[in-house]
């Protein structure tokens, strides 16, 4: 978290958010009104926030990360515009997203350009998620992959691994974080473009897929920004 959310819950009578989340800053957040839902329920969530600062309540509504980034922020400015509020106070907290926090623990992979892809299809159909992916790839981005896999979602993954060995390398190197800055001891592996899909991923993982410049160095994985050395 940044200075500035973790200064919040002194400002703030009510907090909601998805259950998960919501334990993750439990102890923060002392005596706190708590308002929590379940996963998939976020225009419902959305919509209680509106209407709980409509009655006069000062909310902080919880994301991961940063709630601009496959967050919460932009659903819940279409849910006050929704209810004819927009003029209601609003301030979109900057966080830490998972990509830097990733980034940091395998040295410095996103040095150079990058491209952040969610393989999450429950709001966008994979076709969409496997073309935008390949013209990222085909544009020598550096990927940054959000929910790589899940219990019932497990191929998506390796049909990204298949589609850029078209195109990269197979030694390309893989970062593969879990847990990243979340608390717990992270659990950081880097790998290669042909090897990776092996290794245990999960939708609490984060998984950084080099460039063509992309290397490492010691125990570091580095994207080179051009300097002469």
């Known amino acids: ?3 500035r959310a973790q200064k919040v ?6 907090v909601a958010g998805y259950i998960t989340y919501i334990n993750l800053v439990r102890p923060l957040i002392g005596d706190k009104t708590v308002v929590s839902t379940g996963m998939r329920q976020e225009i419902d969530r959305c919509r209680e926030v509106v209407k709980l600062a409509l009655d006069g309540h000062s909310v902080a509504l919880v994301s991961s990360g940063d709630a601009g980034i496959y967050g919460m922020a932009g659903i819940l400015i279409e849910c006050l515009q929704e209810a004819g509020c927009l003029d209601l106070p609003l301030e979109i907290i900057p966080g830490v997203t998972a990509a830097n926090a990733a980034a940091s623990q395998l040295g410095a992979p996103l040095m150079h350009d990058f491209a952040v892809i969610s393989l999450s299809d429950l709001l966008t159909p994979l076709e969409v998620i496997l073309k935008r992916a390949r013209l990222a790839a085909e544009g020598d981005f550096v990927l940054a992959i959000y929910n790589p896999k ?3 979602r497990q191929g998506q993954i390796e049909e990204i691994r298949k589609l ?4 990269r390398s197979p030694e390309t ?6 847990e990243a800055l ?8 880097i790998s290669t473009l042909e090897e990776f899909t ?6 609490l993982t984060t998984v950084i897929i080099g460039s063509s410049q992309t290397r490492v ?3 570091y994985m580095v994207t080179p920004r051009g300097y002469i050395l």
């Open 198 to 203: 092996r290794l245990p991923i999960d939708m």
């Open 182 to 189: 979340r608390g717990e001891l992270p659990q950081v592996t």
């Open 150 to 152: 899940s219990k019932g």
């Open 9 to 14: 819950w002194e400002e703030v009578d009510t």
């Open 164 to 167: 850029l060995l078209e195109i």
């Open 173 to 178: 190197p893989v970062g593969i974080v879990r």
């Open 217 to 219: 160095i010691g125990s």
């Open 1 to 3: 978290m940044t200075v």
